[in-house]
């Protein structure tokens, strides 16, 4: 099926944790044949594509992003053959595949740091950032990984550090050296031509690094915990101006969107994680030359009051002048939505509340596998843990693996995932919100996304139009969605009491209301229950 060039700008995307999501040789791990299993399932939610996490050949150290093959299908997750058919059959089915793309830095088992290490002489020499020591023998900067502790690791073959944003596991490639640039650009468009429509860029600010080796300043915001990153890590302890978000990585992007543009309908997403975010969002998606679209932060944290999403929408609508943002609730790195803003009352009108919110913004969405069953955080003991994050920050901060926990299926003990042990235990606790559950109840939070998705694709002003806010009552989020053809005000009531909005002249209620939709309606207000949604036309 052929994309049209702008089929991403207000597109749903789901996003598919691989190893979680459906284990066809019931290995206990996810896989490919396995995603490609339930294609029919994500079709009928509605949505216009997928993204698939990591599925690439890996020593697994960090769950498939340390690459040791970009060219690679890992053999947990099936073959090249096996993806193959997975892109037909999306085809078919009319949805897109979005692929994560992580070129930062590779594994420390890929062929070209194996051969990067044995000296310092040999051809890929300098496709890693490698460093001699310092004369008392410390690192060369004060630079520290995201995962805690110096981003520096001393290698004994080369005697040099090499540097790793992440993982010691995870060397950094050297993207300053032309060879290795050219490089992924040509294992990018081997996707391209095996029929993906895109890519999603892991980390893509942290490309390039200071080529100087200065240090990174403090951060003296990190002590009061205004910081947007943990300040029990002590990365926070820094303001990263060094070691990431460098200038040189502006154009880099544009010869990546000078690749993706060849293909017709192929799209570029970034995930951006900075000091800056909206700047170097507004600087990554600028002059239609880099990305199309930058993944926001902004959703993934503890608060989900009205005025600070009205703050978070409004900062990004003001700096993003030609950019356009992509929005999510959740990903397989935080915890899931219905814990971080259930406030103590993960029901399902909170979660059908939220679900509104997401899809009626400015901008594209990403949706995480389980989002729309309500799935909330698994808790997993200590000795459950896959992921170093959560090993290394163990107990203040318990890692990624609760919100990645197998997607349920069934109620039966491995939840329909698979008839082996899982890779991480399912939470027996949600079986209720199998998929098999609530595909019987008309009234599911299932049935609701279904429906709200299929509603939403009606409203040409949801997909495309401009946003506006109003003022409201204090928890209450007031915005209007225009397009050249319709107009429509959103009312979301996001605290746990009733509340009365004052409507705008003209303000009446939307004759196709999606099924969620409540609100007793008069001339000048509508009064809304706790932990709801009205929509009118303007």
């Known amino acids: 099926m052929a994309f049209n060039s702008d089929w991403w700008r207000g597109a749903v995307i789901y996003q598919i944790y691989p190893r979680s999501f459906f284990d066809s040789n019931h290995d206990g791990v996810g896989d490919l044949p396995g995603v490609l299993a339930k294609l029919s399932y994500i079709a009928d939610l ?27 299908v890992d053999p947990i997750f099936g073959t090249l053959q096996d993806f193959d058919r997975l892109v037909q059959k999306a085809q078919d089915l009319g949805l897109a595949i979005i692929i994560d793309q992580v070129i930062s830095h590779s594994s420390d088992q890929h062929p070209w740091f194996i051969e990067s290490r044995s000296d310092q002489h040999n051809p890929k020499a300098d496709w890693y ?12 900067t004060n630079w520290l990984s995201v995962f805690g502790g110096p981003a520096w690791t001393w290698d004994s073959r080369r005697r040099q550090y090499y540097y790793h944003n992440f993982l010691s596991a995870q060397p950094d490639l050297n993207f300053h050296n032309p ?20 890519f999603r860029l892991d980390a893509v600010n942290h490309c390039f690094h200071d080529p100087q080796l200065r240090n990174n300043p403090p951060n003296p915001e990190a002590v009061d915990g205004t ?47 900075d000091d800056n975010a909206l700047q170097t969002m507004a600087a990554y998606t600028a002059d239609h030359n880099k990305l199309h679209m930058a993944y926001s932060f902004d959703f993934l944290t503890d608060r989900c009051d009205g005025e600070f999403i009205r703050s978070k929408v409004e900062a990004i609508e003001a700096i993003m002048k030609d ?33 509104a919110m997401l899809l009626t913004q400015r901008g594209s969405v990403c949706l995480y596998q389980g989002e729309e069953l309500g799935m909330e955080e698994s808790e997993l003991a200590f000795e459950d843990l896959i992921d170093p994050y959560g090993i290394a920050f163990w107990p203040e901060f318990k890692g990624r693996d609760g919100c990645r926990t197998p997607m349920l299926w069934d109620d039966t003990p491995n939840a329909g995932f698979s008839r082996s042990k899982p ?100 001339a000048d207000r509508v009064q809304l229950p706790a932990n709801s949604v009205a929509i009118a036309s303007l």
């Not at 101006?241 to 970034?270: C, Q, S, W």
């Not at 009234?443 to 694709?457: A, C, P, Q, T, V």
């Not at 053809?485 to 939307?510: K, M």
Request: aromatic share 10%; with cysteine; proline share 8%.
């Open 179 to 198: 060879e290795v640039t050219a490089q992924v650009l040509t294992d990018l468009e081997f996707w391209l031509q095996k029929g993906v429509n895109g």
């Open 46 to 72: 509605g949505v216009d594509g997928i993204w698939l996490s990591p599925f690439f050949t890996s020593p697994m150290k960090d769950a498939g992003y340390d690459v040791s093959d970009y060219r690679g």
């Open 129 to 140: 950032v490698w460093c001699d020591p310092l004369p008392d023998g410390c690192a060369p």
């Open 323 to 355: 950019g356009w943002p992509c929005w999510a609730m959740g990903n397989h790195d935080v915890n899931r939505v219905m814990t971080r803003w259930a406030q103590g009352q993960p029901n399902q009108q909170r979660a059908e509340v939220f679900m």
């Open 227 to 273: 910081t947007g990153v943990r300040s029990d890590n002590p990365y926070a302890y820094q303001r990263h101006v060094y070691d990431k978000t460098r200038p040189e990585n502006l154009d880099f992007l544009i010869r990546v969107r000078e690749l993706i543009d060849r293909y017709p309908g192929a799209v570029i997403m970034g995930e951006v994680g």
């Open 423 to 522: 890779w991480l235990p399912v939470d027996s606790r949600q079986l209720d919100k199998a998929v098999a559950h609530q595909l019987q109840n008309n009234e599911s939070m299932l049935h609701n996304y279904r429906d709200f998705i299929g509603w939403r694709k009606r409203h040409p002003c949801l997909l495309s139009g401009d946003i506006s806010f109003y003022d409201g009552p204090v928890g209450v989020l007031v915005y209007e969605r225009r397009s050249p053809v319709e107009t429509l005000l959103i009312v979301l009531n996001l605290t746990h009491t009733e509340a009365t909005v004052p409507l705008p002249d003209g303000a009446s209620p939307l004759p196709d209301q999606p099924r969620i939709g409540k609100g007793d309606w008069h």
